[in-house]
């Protein structure tokens, strides 16, 4: 009991104490918040700073690139500007540019610096022939980023844009031709081309810096070199919304673009405004309260202590029945627990137990040591989780494997008490065994028959592998445990990485059913080695995402190596034909001369049956050569401007030969107007010729095979049409593979490689184009491919219809 005198000071002591921890927690906060304020103040700036930089690195980017295009060639033509432009998603995802251009000096003498190309038309088409000879800064800047190499700014700019001068801001980048070595052997020296240019809006370049700037801070920018005095180029905010005395602001000088920049950043109202300035006056007013509140409750524990007193008492007897309640439930529980002292003599027992240790009830347990009935167990022993093995006795069948759970705990008498939960755990432990066992022989069955499997399982992003597959792989260690599938993309050749992230993202997506791709991964030498895998989803939810993955991965390199020596084999002895064809073809038709004017009839048809033949022979070698240059990547296109209408006439006026022997008529339709096209004339008279004479060949006699050009939107389609038995519907998935060949009575008859159509496919693809067929059998086929139209093609005011092929004949 504490004297009513003891209790006063008590009193005292703690309210004093509180006062005390209250002033100084409020001096804590005000200095933790004023801290934080300025670590925020800071985060924001140097996201600014980090944005700025990355914006400069776009530029960069951007203008490298384009830089690149009038490097590698001399004349760049719009759509290739568009195509650049539309690759870059200029208007969406570039910080503040506009427009893309190029401007360069009419001759190596002249001070004029014209813009000759820009893209997109808007604003482009206005600016287009503009001379920054009228623009100081812009001359001055183009000299600085010649001299430096580097990318050169002119914030502020009048440009006629659409009739208006509209402030704009002005990167130049030089673009110059390293000097190189002519095919002749000369040395071509370096040229400088000119400026490849970006126009911008400063606003929109430095609104998007920071996603907090235009609430949370107030930015300034000037491009002057030291004149504080002169008005920012940029603000994101007017003088009269400015915070008039801002708490917090920094200032940054940044040499940028070719020219320093001045930034200053201010706190605006709003940033204040949620600040915690005041967070330390609610923590005092909270303090002051909860002192009140401890003083109000001091002053009731007098009153409480007889209270308190009672209760003790009552909760003695309630302990009491407790403890009974709680040695009933121990010995009726159905988990075995053991209770002990500290050296380890058993002193409780329940039934569940007995029973688990396997001894009659007529044995006292209570009279042994805890040692004795589990050997190999020290009570001694920090608390923990274990399992113990119980060898077999009379009354077991075979060894007993126990978890063993040990608690330590104290009685109100300060004796140690130690409690063993048990769990009889020999069936699972059996069970893990078994499929243990089953694991390795699966991983042998792997091993043997070369094939490494993955299970992965995309919704927890963890996966499993066998053995076999970490020895293909040849990842022994992983850098994630739960994910070593993970590791395999470091192994990839990086030319093949993304064909295999590719293939599985398609599969997981559901746009393709199985995952397939070829890869190369490192052995421990130097070489690579060939995988081919294949994976499949097998477990979805019901929004249709993806949850499990599973696959195998195949070495292939042996398949492989046999490929690349048939194919080597092919192209030698195709060459290796070539040149004694080529003396064949000479003298049959020397010899066919010679015996024109003779009456042998015999000798003429043998000659020429000797010169179809070669000639065939010599056709399948061609074919052959350009399947593996195409293989090879080899093939090379040589596109350019080509009038449609000369290039239907001459492919028809080639073929007609043909269809005559064969005993069809051949009609071309072709559009009127002088459309051009961006083509390969000898590899789109390849794919024509290929296609005719494949109609001619199959169509019926006495019908008539129509060649024609439709216009479409940017391209044309031209399409061949015949009348024959036609495409059975089962080759259609096989047509345009090489060697492929409809096994019909009539393709019997007709003789033929199988390589035309797939030559055609990849020369078509190869011009930017796509090719397809349509085929009704015992009726029609149509052939089609498409080609783009030149840039410069105005198909505006042509009127629809056809032309006289004999009048284009004659002005071609």
């Known amino acids: 009991m504490i004297s009513k005198r003891g209790s006063f000071w008590l009193q005292c002591v703690v309210i004093g104490f509180c006062l005390l921890a209250s002033a100084l927690a409020t001096v804590t906060v005000k200095r933790i918040a004023d801290h934080k304020s300025e670590e925020n103040f800071s985060v924001i700036i140097e996201q600014a700073v980090t944005s700025l930089r990355r914006t400069r690195e776009i530029y960069e980017r951007t203008l490298g690139g384009l830089a690149g295009l009038f ?54 088409d206005s600016v287009i022939g503009t001379d ?116 917090f602001q920094r200032v940054m000088q940044v040499e940028g673009f070719g020219q320093p920049m001045r930034l200053q950043w201010n706190g605006s109202s709003k940033f204040d405004y949620i600040q915690p300035f005041r967070a330390h006056w609610i923590l005092l007013a909270l303090c002051l309260s909860l002192t009140a509140l401890i003083f109000m409750i001091l002053r009731f524990m007098n009153r409480r202590e007889r209270t308190i007193t009672r209760l003790v008492e009552e909760k003695s007897n309630e302990l009491a029945t407790r403890e009974t309640e709680r040695r009933s439930i121990i010995e009726n529980a159905m988990l075995a627990i053991v209770s002990t002292d500290a050296d380890g003599r058993i002193l409780q027992v329940n039934d569940a137990a007995q029973t688990l240790l396997l001894t009659p009830k007529t044995v006292g347990l209570e009279t042994r040591n805890i040692a004795e009935v589990l050997p190999g167990l020290d009570p001694r022993e920090p608390d923990s989780r274990f399992k113990l093995t119980l060898p077999a006795t009379e009354y077991s ?34 069970q893990a065994r078994q499929i243990a066992k089953m694991e390795e022989r699966w991983n042998l069955a792997l091993i043997g028959a070369q094939i490494g499997v993955f299970d992965i399982d995309l919704e927890k992003n963890t996966s499993v592998v066998s053995k076999m597959w970490r020895m293909m792989m040849n990842i022994t260690s992983s850098s994630d445990p739960s994910d070593p599938y993970k590791d395999l993309l470091d192994h990839i050749h990086p030319d093949d990485r993304a064909n295999l992230i590719k293939a599985h993202r398609a599969c997981i997506d559901g746009d393709t059913d199985r995952a397939e791709a070829r890869f190369r991964v490192s052995d421990s030498g130097s070489d690579w080695r060939w995988i081919q895998s294949d994976a499949v989803v097998v477990e979805w939810d019901d929004d249709g995402q993806a949850l499990r993955m599973i696959g195998t991965q195949v070495d292939i ?52 049956i000797a010169q179809s033949n070669s000639e065939r022979l010599y056709n399948l070698v061609n074919d052959i050569l350009d399947m593996e240059k195409m293989n090879a990547g080899q093939m090379q296109i040589d596109a350019k401007e080509e009038c449609l209408s000369k290039l239907l006439v001459l492919v028809s006026d080639q073929i007609a030969p043909y269809a005559a022997q064969c005993g069809v008529g051949l009609d071309v339709s072709i559009p009127k107007g002088n459309y051009r096209i961006w083509t390969d004339q000898k590899r789109i008279i390849q794919v024509l010729t290929n296609l005719l004479s494949n109609a001619c060949k199959f169509s019926d006699k006495g019908t008539r095979v129509r060649l024609s050009a439709q216009l479409l939107s940017g391209e044309v389609r031209i399409a061949v049409t015949n009348f024959g038995p036609g495409i059975p519907e089962e080759f259609h998935n096989r047509i345009f593979q090489p060697f492929a060949q409809a096994d019909t009575k009539a393709n019997k008859k007709k003789v033929g490689t199988g390589l035309g159509l797939n030559i055609s496919r990849h020369l078509v693809e190869s011009m930017g184009g796509t090719i397809g067929f349509k085929s009704i059998p015992n009726e029609k086929t149509i052939f089609w491919f498409t080609c783009p139209l030149a840039d410069d093609t105005d198909t505006g005011g042509d009127e629809p219809g056809t032309e006289d092929i004999d009048q284009l004949r004659a002005v071609s």
């Open 557 to 608: 390199t042996d398949r492989i190596r046999v490929e690349r020596m048939k194919q080597d084999f092919v192209a030698t002895v195709s060459h290796e034909l070539r040149t004694p064809l080529t003396s064949i073809k000479g003298s049959l038709g020397l010899l066919e001369a010679q015996l024109k004017d003779t009456q042998l009839p015999v000798a003429s048809r043998l000659v020429e």
């Open 132 to 247: 920054f000879n009228q623009y100081p800064d812009v001359i001055a800047a183009a000299k600085k980023s010649r001299e430096s190499g580097q990318l050169t700014l002119v914030p502020n700019i009048e440009l006629p844009i659409d009739g208006e001068l509209v402030s704009k801001g002005i990167i130049l980048r030089p673009v110059t031709r390293s000097a190189r070595n002519e095919t002749d052997g000369t040395l071509r020296p370096a040229e400088f081309l000119g400026y490849v240019f970006a126009i911008m809006d400063m606003d929109s370049a430095f609104d998007t810096l920071s996603p907090a700037q235009n609430e949370l801070v107030e930015l300034r920018v000037w491009f002057t070199k030291g004149n504080t005095d002169a008005p920012p180029l940029y603000q994101n905010i007017t003088d009269a919304q400015a915070n008039p005395a801002p708490k």
């Open 71 to 124: 490097i590698a060639s001399d004349n760049i033509s719009y759509v290739e500007m568009d195509d650049y432009a539309s690759a870059i998603n200029i208007r969406e995802n570039q910080s503040g540019i506009n427009a893309i251009g190029f401007a360069s000096h009419p001759s190596p003498d002249s001070d004029s610096l014209i813009v000759q190309r820009i893209r997109p038309r808007t604003p482009g």
């Open 397 to 430: 069948n075979g060894e007993t494997i126990l978890e063993v759970e040990k608690n330590t705990w104290l009685t109100s008498g300060s004796e140690i008490r130690v409690t063993l939960l048990m769990r009889d755990i020999t069936k699972r432990e059996r």
